[in-house]
């Protein structure tokens, strides 16, 4: 008499540990590089800090600097309560940093194991396993968080080490990784709303962005925290005010967030077929004009990018721009502020709100021509090069589109810059002298577009994202951790000084470089093999 095996059943989690170790094995040099750099930036920075600022006096030097509005954007709320002490200049001036560091690991990470593996067909393998519904997500899940958890560990730990406050360093980092780990799961649901990977990428970042943007403008309202900055995650973190007066119960909003953003991508996951979206993808249009060309056809597929950059660009300058009569009215009761600007002029400032809107405009220029690296990952590129179209004019049309799309943002990051200035102090010359300014970055931009080119021949992407990394931490941090000044000079954002200074020179050098690099891009790309 023969017995017919019972039916495995499974749950809609079944799959999970092995999911993990999986994702694990996948990216275990990926996640190491990042531990690492970020570890090593706490063991350092508090170091440089002691370096840099030894006596009270220079601390209170920095710390008058650091509430310029500017300065409140770009680093924390100033809570009037031992504002020299290091520990508060650490969270002060760093935490942003880590935060948005630590939510971009977690945002890529997320999409990486969930929507690009539907999109790349991955996950239609995997699924043909005993896995449950939900385990890929789940899965991803709790990768980030055991990352973030690492994270917590290795940061206290080093920050600590250098004579910290334990507690209120655990606090500090705690901040950090569970803002980390929301936007992870902000994620997750973008994952679940678009078909698309990049478009669930993009909708991530666009919520960290602007998040920042409102603790900036809220936190510039009131140097404390205003009303505005409550609406921002980032702030619940910043408001635990480590190193000030330790408070622990914005961290459960934190938490809170986060359990509820899990359950709504849970739902929304239930709700969906496989590879599809929940929100509906615009069908082909057959009254649509033909793409032409290569380079017609790289403009068409970073359009939504281009947009999504552009507005958020062109934002960011207006809030920088008006921002420059409070400046100046703070230059009147603030002696350093009033030295500076006596230096350098309203121009020096217009120049540091164009770098640091120029640093996220790299980004973009990297996402863009990355894109052929991805194409090529997930086989939608060999439709193209099947044809008529040559590896060298498909990777040079990536570049081209990219450097066009990066005018197009440094002209409106110019012109919101100075719309914002030229309204609030009454000087509409200033609209024309700052978009020429924005303008200018674009030899810049052409550099690391070469540098991404490279990336894309050479096979690491990461050669991209760590220019990206460079210039960001050599603008925002550069001072602080006392980086030697041929390191900060190496930074081609950082070499274009528009529009205090036009370097001719400068501009023309960078535009060499960029040739060079996108000459040996096509070179090295159109000799090795397809995959």
Known sequence: MSTVAPARTTSSYTGVAELIRLALRRDRIRLSVW???LTLMMVYAPNAVKLAYPDEPQRLARVNLMKTPAGIIMGGPMFGVRETDLGAMMANELMLTLIVAASILSILTVIRHTRAEEESGAAELVLSSVVGRYARTSAALILVGAVNAVFTVTMTAAMSAAGFAVVDTLGMCLGVTAVSMLFGTVAAVTAQLWRQARTATGAAMGVLALAALVRGIGDVIDNSGSTLSWFSPIAWAQQMRAFVDLRWWPLALLVALTVALIALASELERRRQYDDGTLPTRGDRPGAPPIRGVFGLHL???RGLTVGWGIGLFLGGLAFGSMTKSLMDAAETNELLAQVLAAQG???VYTTMTQFLAAAASAYVVSAVL??????QSGTGEAVLAGAVSRWRWLLGAVAAALLGATLLMAGAGFGNGLGA???????ATIVD??????????AMAVVAGVAALAVALRRPWIAWLVVAFIVVSLYLGALLRLPQWLLDASPVGQTTAPSDY???ALTVMCVVAAAFTAIAGWLYRRRDAV
């Open 35 to 37: 531990i690492a750099v």
């Open 346 to 348: 309203t121009d020096g």
């Open 371 to 376: 894109r052929v690296h991805t194409d090529e």
């Open 422 to 428: 030229g309204l609030t102090i009454g000087e509409p």
């Open 503 to 505: 370097s001719l020179a």
């Open 434 to 443: 700052l978009t020429v300014a924005g303008l200018a970055f674009v030899p």
């Open 300 to 302: 068409t597929l970073q």
